[in-house]
């Protein structure tokens, strides 16, 4: 069994889990420890015993471990993303590329703790000085969803222990290997024992002592809303801090003016890499009625030439659905878009693989409108609708009604649109003739709406969450006034 990771030792959990291959259903990636409620609960503790002298250590001390984690992430790239492919089901350049964006992130977040800075005013009173200096928070949980096994858990973990903090991370039931090897990774990267622990295990167990206990500072969160606002109603009881990422129903505007290379790019890319089972993947092309007829025609070709496979398999473009109860919703919505008369024109069945997995061909429904139920919820998986609208005005209130928010993108060659576009849609991330899902590790990640909740993710923005601020004043002593 493989162990969670409690005060610097590897503990067995009391129960266990088969961590299964999507592409493959009769290959068994490994049996990892699931923990229960006392187990959490010494991880909270040992998070919290270690925390004081790690918000002590100095800046370098962090630097040095933060470094080496992330340069150990990077040389191990193509091992640690075959192993990503085989328990996610993303093909293995995406598996390796997201491997190297976790390393980056830690590499990033290496010099930002160097770079830990405040600010020294003037008071408004006499031989006064104010210092503005950003302080740990304290104790903080991590809870990541299974469609970026290592990405996400960088992306919170790496800035908690840059800025001091201590760590409990739970990830996805459904993707232990990763966060377990990530794991192992930061064990000998140098952290003290307790600053960094893992507890594998499901949501409603171990996720539920998290958020039930006093001990933990502030929650950085990436599921469902339903999870999410669950979260943060109980979170909101201790006024405890929350980071929460939620769902998205990204729009992908096409204007008539728009390069259709471009934007046949950007709607394969942006809805169905990664089998669509990202955030900020598109769902709604809403598509000028120019330009309409040959987007579709075009698109349709384009995802005839897609291959759906096993993900360690070289020449695949597109894994399998994450596990059976993912496909089940997806073909559901397929039904869904069939009953109110969308029209299916690529897609949306099984496909039989060389080995068991949960294959789906990547889906299209053309003539949606914009109140049935394709175009409204999320449905996370390779499934996208097509919308006709008449002008850029009626594209852009097509796009912002959603109650979804993450990220946004426009397809043309138009200075006036783009612009336009950029200060009113209502999202975190816009995009401009490149897809809505892929974004950069060095700047923030968030949306509006019932995407997020809480201060941005990544970048230099990630301080916001990970630190708290402390204002001081001084009074210059032995001076007269
Ligand atoms: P997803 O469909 O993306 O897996 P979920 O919200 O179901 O979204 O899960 C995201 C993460 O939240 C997972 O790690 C899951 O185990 C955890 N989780 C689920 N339910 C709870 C809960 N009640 N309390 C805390 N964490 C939970």
New binding site residues.
């Given amino acids: 069994m493989k162990c969670n990771l409690i005060g610097g030792e590897w503990c067995a959990g009391p129960t266990s889990r088969q961590n299964i291959n999507p592409s493959d259903i009769d290959d068994i990636v490994g049996e990892y420890a699931r923990a229960d409620a006392g187990q959490t609960r010494d991880a909270i503790d040992a998070a919290y015993d270690a925390q004081k002298s790690w918000a002590d250590s100095s800046i370098q001390t962090r630097a040095t471990a933060l470094d080496r984690a992330g340069s150990e992430l990077l040389s191990r790239q193509a091992e640690l993303g075959a192993l990503l492919s085989r328990e996610e089901g993303k093909t293995l350049l995406e598996g390796i590329a997201e491997v190297a964006r976790a390393g980056q992130i830690f590499k990033f977040f290496a010099a930002e703790a160097v770079r830990t800075k405040g600010e020294k005013l003037a008071s408004v009173r006499p031989l006064v000085e104010v210092e503005i200096t950003r302080e740990p928070v304290g104790v903080v949980g991590v809870?990541?969803?299974?469609?970026f096994p290592i990405a996400i858990p960088a992306w919170k973990i790496a800035p908690a222990l840059a800025y001091g903090n201590s760590v409990v991370f739970?990830?996805?039931?459904?993707v232990p290997g990763s966060a377990r090897a990530l794991a192992e990774i930061l064990h000998r990267s140098g952290f003290p024992p307790g600053v960094f622990n893992l507890v594998m295990?499901?949501?409603?167990i171990?996720?539920?002592e998290?958020?039930a206990s006093t001990r933990v500072d502030a929650l950085s969160?990436?599921?469902?809303?339903?999870?999410?606002q669950?979260?943060l109603e109980?979170g909101a009881r201790q006024f405890r801090k929350m980071q929460l990422e939620?769902g998205g129903k990204n729009p992908l505007v096409v204007l008539d003016d728009a390069d259709l290379d471009v934007a046949i790019d950007c709607a394969v890319q942006g809805a169905y890499y990664s089998t669509g089972q990202r955030?900020t993947a598109s769902s709604r092309f809403i598509v000028q009625n120019g330009i309409y007829a040959r987007f579709v025609e075009r698109m349709t070709e384009a995802l005839s030439q897609l291959r759906v496979g096993h993900a360690l398999d070289p020449d695949t473009d597109i894994g399998p659905v994450v596990d059976e109860e993912?496909l089940r919703q997806d073909e559901a919505y397929i039904v869904i878009g069939k009953n109110e008369g969308a029209r299916l024109v690529y897609g949306g069945t099984a496909v039989a693989g060389r080995t068991r997995g949960h294959f789906l061909a990547p889906a299209l429904f053309a003539d949606a409108t914009p109140r049935m139920r394709i175009a409204r919820e999320e449905i996370?998986g390779p499934v996208a609708c097509a919308i006709p609208v008449a002008s850029y005005e009626e594209a852009i209130e097509v796009a912002n009604d959603s109650e979804f928010g993450l990220s946004a993108g426009i397809c043309t060659t138009s200075l006036k649109y783009a612009t336009h576009f950029k200060r009113h849609i209502r999202c975190g991330m816009a995009m401009v003739n490149v897809p809505t899902a892929g974004v950069d590790y060095h700047v923030p990640f968030g949306g509006a709406k019932a995407s997020s909740f809480g201060p941005r993710e990544q970048g230099t923005y990630a301080a916001e969450f990970f630190t708290t601020v402390k204002t001081a004043y001084t009074k210059a002593y032995g001076e007269s006034t």
């Fill in positions: 809870i990541t969803p299974w469609n739970k990830p996805a039931d459904l295990g499901r949501g409603s171990v996720g539920n998290m958020v969160f990436t599921g469902s809303v339903e999870t999410g669950q979260l109980q939620m955030c993912q996370f």
